[in-house]
Every structure is written in C-alpha cells, then in structure tokens.
C-alpha cells in the first residue's frame, strides 16, 4: 500500500529565508504527487501537481524518484506562506489520495 | 461560480445515534471524494464515486459508514449507531473526471463532526 510521510509538524522561518518542506512516499508504482495547502480559515487547495513542473507563489517540488521524495521549495519565505501543507499522492485512475499528515509552516518577521 | 458545499459544517451528536453528512459538488464534475480527518492526523480516503461506476468503498472504516450519491449530483454520507472514534472532519472534494489522476480535487469546507 502507499504511503505519504512528512516528518515535520511544525517548520519556523523567518521571512526572507529559504523553506524547504520535506515529503517521502513509498508507492511500487508511478505515482502522481501533489502539495495542497490549507491557510487560516479557508478550505483545502491545490498548490502544485509534479506533473505540471510549475511554480506557483515561488514554491516549486522535484519529484525524486530515486529518493522517493517530492520536497517543497521556496528561496524567499513570505508571511502570507503561513499555512498548513499536506504533501499527496494519487495512484492509477482512480485519482484519490493519500496524503501525508502535513506541516504547519509559520513564518516569522 | 459555486465552489463544493457542504452541510451541516458542525454536528455534535451522542454515540449510538446516527448522522447524514451532505455534499454539494461541483456542477459538471462527476467525480466526488469523502475523506476523514481525524485530530493531529493526515487525511484518510473513504469513498469514491466516478460518474454511474460502482463506487470504490476501498476507504471505509466499517460497515457503519455508508454513502450515496444521486447521479452526478448530491452525496450523503451516513454514519449508523456513532462511535466517539468516529469524531473528525468530514472533507468533501469533487473533479471533473476521476480518471486521470492528476485532476485537481476542490475541497467543501468540511463538517466537523463530535460525538459525545
């Protein structure tokens, strides 16, 4: 069965420094990853899916298939990054996810 | 327009009884996803329905929990004779097709469930 892990709870940064959210699967297969994000009081988002090699806010992720890992980035922090961040996995055609159990990311002046 | 809803968004009920969670999805996606958060934990997949396909009931914890769905319309998920275990948030999320795995799922806001 797959599984997503996210080691960190809580990540602390101060703005302008750079973020790194860590994010390990175990999946036989080729998975499809994702980041959602959840801020303050609003309901869970897409960030970013593997397969769009995209940047979005500045985050962006590298799906490592050799590490198995699809870690979170961003150079600069800013104090609107502030949020809950659920790595995700979704394998074959059915589309549901797995999601790891997240990482509150606050960022600090 | 409309984003997916969800009612009630909180349930406080005593154990044993049971509960009806609803869901709005979005119009023209005709797949739909129950998901359980439980405190300090990820999200668990339940159920999943894809358009007029037998649903994947893969995620289900027991067979106290059960859902339907109307078409490509309404879902309801209903929990029989509720555990205090059962007490979490409830996420909704639907796609415009549940067979590319890479389709975004948009989220309700979920219904916080509390059983006494």
């Known amino acids: 069965a797959q599984r997503v892990t996210q080691p960190e709870k809580l990540l602390s940064v101060f703005k302008g420094a750079p973020v790194e959210l860590k994010c390990n699967y175990s999946?036989?297969?080729?998975?499809?990853l994702f980041w959602y994000v959840q801020y303050s009081r609003q309901r869970l988002q897409l960030l970013l899916r593997h397969i769009s090699r995209e940047s979005i806010k500045g985050f962006t992720a590298d799906l490592n298939k050799g590490e198995t890992s699809f870690h979170l980035k961003k150079p600069f922090a800013q104090e609107e990054d502030s949020a809950m961040y659920y790595c995700?996995?979704?394998?074959?055609?059915?589309?549901?996810?797995?999601f790891g159990t997240g990482t509150r990311l606050q960022v600090t002046l | 327009g409309a984003g997916v809803s969800q009612s009630p968004s909180n349930k406080v009920t005593e154990k044993g009884k049971d509960v009806e969670l609803r869901c709005d999805p979005i119009s023209g996606h005709t797949a739909l996803y129950w998901y359980r958060q439980r405190l300090g934990q990820g999200l668990e997949f339940l159920i999943y329905f894809q358009g007029n396909s037998a649903p994947d009931k893969s995620g289900l914890p027991s067979d106290r929990f059960s859902a339907e769905r109307t078409g490509e319309s309404v879902s309801t998920l209903t929990i029989q004779r509720t555990q205090q275990e059962d007490s979490a948030v409830y996420l909704c999320a639907s796609s415009r097709t549940g067979t590319r795995s890479y389709n975004e799922q948009f989220f309700g806001p979920g219904t916080r469930l509390t059983v006494l």
């Open positions: 995700a996995l979704s394998t074959g055609t059915a589309s549901k996810l797995t």
């Open positions: 999946y036989s297969g080729s998975p499809e």
